[in-house]
């Protein structure tokens, strides 16, 4: 399966990538996990997520999938998510994804280069909670 995740518990990030070919299963699937996650406690709203999808070599993503995964979205609309989009149709399809989604991914950034995703994650949290 070319999409995993990682748990960083001392940051509460998820670290998910995707590699070579990227597909609506996989995307699916991957979301099916992390709805697993907060159903089972594991992750909450503190938790934030980069999503990874440098490595990707041929995306293969329906905007039909893409909407749906709007739908079914289980992150909270308080988390802070980065998606890494390198190319310009995953950059499309993010931020598809990122305007249907309207409330519940306010917190969303898209951007084009991982080197950025920890410091995009880092500066959005420093917004969120400003050191007084």
Known sequence: MPAHFELDR???????????????????????QILRLFQDGTLDATWA???????????????????????????????????????VLQYGLARMFQLRGNSKTKNMYVIRDAAEAQTTLRKAREQQHPVA
């Open 10 to 32: 001392s940051q509460r990030i998820v670290h998910s990538r995707a590699w070579d070919e990227l597909t609506d299963a996989d995307l699916l699937d991957h979301q099916a």
């Open 49 to 87: 997520q980069i999503y990874d999808l440098s490595a990707v070599t041929n995306t293969l993503v329906s905007t039909d999938v893409v909407l749906r995964l709007v739908d079914e979205n289980p992150w909270p609309a308080a988390c802070l998510r980065v998606i890494v989009t390198p190319t």
